[in-house]
């Protein structure tokens, strides 16, 4: 933990600015973890008991936060993060080979991240566009009525 610790030690110094700015309630534990998770990209065992320490609160009780909600990670994911969503309509409407194409262009499985950190690629449930499916996110932007010819374009932006 100390080594991670200082490897990263100005990401901790933000994030005692962040919690010393905040009032010590249980309200702020979501806060602090998302903007954990946007210093770090993630939230490792190291940062959660951190933050347990610094609010107060115990590491179970942070570790179960982390492990509830969807949009925190305790994996490093890449810089671009790619979902497709794989419910519903999406599904109906070819979004498999939606996901296949973006494993064959990056070289990725689904669940994995690019060894340079540039990108992570996942699957997705309902984003709430099936009209307009199928549907990816790029970093919580949603891409609608994605086609295959689509999926080389848009990682030609992203490159």
Do not use: W
């Not at 990816?136 to 086609?147: A, K, P, S």
């Amino acid at each position: 933990m100390c080594d991670f610790i200082s490897r990263n030690s100005k990401s901790f110094e933000e994030l005692d600015i962040f919690i010393n700015s905040l009032d010590k309630s249980e309200d702020n534990v979501i806060r602090t973890l998302h903007y954990a998770q946007k210093i770090f990209r993630y939230l490792p065992n190291e940062v959660q008991k951190y933050i347990s320490k610094k609010l107060n609160i115990s590491f179970d009780k942070i570790h179960d936060l982390v492990n509830f909600y969807s949009y925190f990670t305790t994996d490093l994911k890449g810089e671009i993060k790619i979902k497709v969503c794989l419910s519903g309509a999406c599904a109906k409407n070819d979004s498999s080979n939606i996901l296949a194409e973006f494993e064959e262009l990056l070289g990725l499985k689904c669940g994995e991240t690019s060894s340079d950190l540039k990108f992570s690629l996942d699957s997705s449930r309902c984003v709430g566009s099936c009209r307009r499916s199928p549907v990816i996110t790029i970093n919580g932007r949603v891409y609608d009525n994605v086609t295959l010819k689509d999926v080389s374009l848009i990682l030609k932006e992203l490159k």
